[in-house]
């Protein structure tokens, strides 16, 4: 099916229980090309700190069939769609993605306010993803999130660790993904080695999907969307299946 996974949890994030070594040995046992380590950002309780993410360039060192990406799942910090982590490391990182969390600036806002701002990082050249709109937390405004998804190139995330109880508001989503022509990224949100690459839990949603509007489809898609370079492996990887 798919063939990255863009967004993964280690120990660093404080409440994921795989180092990112074990991460990448799952992802290639279930037959990834990539995946993304995308720790949460300062602004979540247990969070690192920035140091961690401007040190993520030491991933491209790793060498194992599953090849990495540097990334972070950032959170809103402001009204106006900042972040936590300055430019300049998040410029350095492969894959940032925003997502909402009730922790932080946005458990004192009101939905609207949040997707106010959510709309606004959406702007950042920087930001490419917006993480689980659809949630049991805090009720966004997705269909708006998918038009400005459509307008600003990015894309919005089926995550599969958050489906049961959220089916009817997740098929919605989905059709606003087709009638608005809006990026789509589908991930595990694996706070575990062993959730990485399971997709199983996207089987009943699939007719809803097209198949190439799916951004983590393949490391080529993925860097061509992101505008990352290939890491070290894909590139081997690709060419032996070639």
């Not at 037959?31 to 030491?58: C, K, M, W």
């Not at 998918?146 to 600003?152: E, I, L, N, R, Y």
């Not at 489906?163 to 991930?187: C, S």
């Not at 089987?203 to 489809?217: C, H, I, K, Q, Y």
């Amino acid at each position: 099916m798919w063939r990255v996974d863009l967004h993964t949890h280690s120990v660093a994030s404080g409440h994921a229980y795989s180092t990112v070594a074990e991460l990448a040995e799952a992802g290639a046992a279930a037959g990834l090309e990539a995946i993304a380590i995308t720790d949460h950002g300062p602004g979540l309780p247990q969070g690192p700190h920035v140091f961690h993410f401007s040190n993520l360039y030491r991933l491209r060192e790793w060498n194992g069939a599953c090849a990495l990406l540097t990334g972070v799942e950032e959170d809103l910090a402001g009204p106006d769609g900042e972040v936590y982590l300055p430019e300049r490391v998040l410029g350095e990182l492969d894959i940032v993605l925003v997502g909402v969390h009730p922790y932080g600036w946005a458990q004192h806002q009101t939905p609207g306010d949040v997707t106010r701002s959510l709309l606004k990082a959406m702007e950042n050249p920087l930001v490419r993803g917006v993480t689980h709109p659809v949630n049991t937390w805090m009720r966004l405004d997705v269909k708006e999130i998918v038009k400005a998804a459509a307008a600003t190139r990015t894309a919005v995330e089926l995550n599969l660790s958050k489906i049961a109880g959220l089916e009817g508001e997740l098929q919605e989503f989905l059709g606003w993904v087709e009638e608005y022509d809006a990026p789509l990224m589908v991930n595990t949100d694996a706070h575990i080695a062993a959730e990485v690459g399971r997709w199983e839990r996207a089987e009943g949603l699939l007719p809803l999907m097209s198949p190439g509007r799916v951004v983590n489809r393949s490391v080529e898609a993925v860097c061509a969307f992101f505008g990352c370079a290939a890491p070290r492996q894909a590139a081997s990887c690709s060419k032996v299946r070639s």
